[in-house]
């Protein structure tokens, strides 16, 4: 089993349309990250939360990190055909040096 | 600055065989992890270098292996090649090591990648 479950694991939705991305575990991490990651291509990090309950928006996309550092979302307001792609949360354990990733999640906005 | 970058962008092997996959990494870079990818397992952790140090290794055989040179560059090499080692190896570059407990970790810069298909 993965250290870190993303749901869902796939999503297709409407432009325009809102959506959430879960990342949970049963472990604390010292910081969570969120990369998005296109065809043929590395991933690229989004964004990283470090402190419990703490919220960061990046334009149309708004993450969370949960109070007990367990868990975090990754919210986008108004989807566009941009925003496809597959997202990843990674994190590192507060006992540990290894970064972990999440099982992704598979976007497709459509037009 | 130049990001990171891996060759071959591509690699077609026959099982048996052996492969090295090259990962340059961002100037000043002196840490570099790989990752294994595929649709059923997603991103899986292979090893990590710093300083020419293996820090950390993944859940894998011992037929992957890695190294890292003095310029900080780093090369992975699958030996005995199977069916199932066919996947995206990716290469990720950052500033500093992770550090649990840590509340600041470097972010990872991933390569393209390399697809190895082995038939």
């Known amino acids: 089993t993965q250290l870190l479950e993303q749901s869902p694991q796939f999503l297709s939705i409407q432009e325009g349309e809102n959506l959430t991305v879960y990342c949970n575990s049963s472990s604390v991490f010292s910081s969570l990250q969120w990369y998005r990651q296109e065809p043929g291509e590395g991933p690229v990090l989004l964004v990283t939360?470090?402190?419990?309950?703490e919220v960061k928006k990046l334009k149309r996309l708004t993450f969370q990190f949960g109070d007990a550092r367990k868990d975090s979302s990754l919210h986008i307001t108004a989807a566009q055909p941009g925003d496809t792609g597959l997202y990843l949360c990674?994190?590192?354990?507060?006992?540990?040096?290894?970064?972990?990733f999440g099982t992704g999640t598979s976007l497709t906005v459509i037009p | 600055k130049a990001g990171v970058t891996q060759t071959p962008r591509y690699l077609i092997k026959t099982r048996g065989q052996q492969v090295t996959l090259s990962c340059s990494p961002i100037?000043?870079?002196?840490?570099v992890s790989w990752y294994q990818q595929t649709p059923g397992q997603g991103l899986q952790f292979l090893f990590e270098y710093f300083s020419e140090t293996q820090r950390n290794k993944g859940n894998f055989p011992g037929r992957f292996s890695g190294r890292q040179f003095s310029n900080s560059r780093s090369e992975m090499n699958v030996s005995t090649l199977e069916l199932g080692d066919s996947a995206l190896y990716l290469c990720?570059?950052?500033?500093?090591?992770?550090?649990?407990?840590?509340?600041?970790?470097?972010?990872?810069?991933f390569g393209n990648g390399t697809r190895l298909t082995v038939t």
């Open positions: 939360v470090v402190t419990g309950g």
């Open positions: 100037s000043g870079h002196r840490s």
């Open positions: 990674a994190g590192i354990r507060n006992t540990g040096n290894q970064f972990y």
């Open positions: 990720a570059s950052s500033h500093l090591p992770g550090t649990g407990g840590s509340s600041y970790n470097s972010p990872l810069h």
